[in-house]
């Protein structure tokens, strides 16, 4: 039997109401929202959970709420690391010249931080999991990674930054670190589309 469990901060849950999967939902999922919500992180949040919400509500009760945030994270994350690794293997001088024109640009590193720490943080919020197996456990390290580089792209000089990517050899070994992104991209989504 469907049911409707409505939430006090205005999240709507639709679940199984015998099980415990809406019960689970809403202490790891909306539970951490209306936490995050004290932090200022609502519209985070808002954009993340009513996706993994609504994609509890397509596959039912066959799947837990924890299950359907990996899930949900993993086709995003994957599909995403592979899209963007193929177009920048496909137009590897452009993408270089993006790359040094925003190194070059504080401006640029400034709204990368940004961008990297929202994202950083709604996966963290949504899904700092560290048990459950091998996609859980890369999601996670995905947005704290994610997280972590926003953090260094706002707090540390961008000198510093352009230094560190010249020496990380980025220009000449283009293709390794574009082909490991490729592959964990396609594993993640691999992950998530057979689970």
Request: hydrophobic content about 55%; charged content about 15%; aromatic content about 10%.
């Amino acid at each position: 039997m469907r049911a409707q469990v409505n939430e006090p901060n205005g999240f709507k849950l639709y679940g199984e109401a015998e099980t415990s999967t809406s019960v689970v939902w809403r202490h790891e999922i909306l539970g951490e929202v209306r936490r995050g919500s004290t932090d200022g992180f609502t519209s985070l949040s808002s954009l993340v959970n009513p996706l993994i919400n609504a994609y509890v509500r397509a596959h039912g009760s066959r799947t837990s709420a924890m299950l359907a945030s990996t899930l949900f994270l993993g086709k995003l994350l994957g599909l995403y690391l592979v899209v963007v690794s193929l177009a920048m293997l496909v137009s590897r001088r452009r993408a270089l010249a993006a790359i040094d024109e925003i190194v070059a640009s504080e401006a640029w590193m400034l709204f990368s931080g940004l961008v990297a720490t929202a994202v950083g943080l709604a996966v963290v919020i949504a899904h700092n999991v560290w048990s459950g197996g091998a996609l859980t456990v890369a999601i996670t390290l995905a947005g704290w990674a994610a997280l972590l580089k926003g953090l260094s792209l706002l707090f540390v000089p961008p000198g510093r930054i352009a230094a560190t990517y010249r020496s990380a050899g980025f220009e000449r070994y283009f293709r390794v670190w574009m082909g490991v992104v490729l592959v964990f991209g396609l594993w993640m989504a691999m992950q998530a589309f057979g689970g």
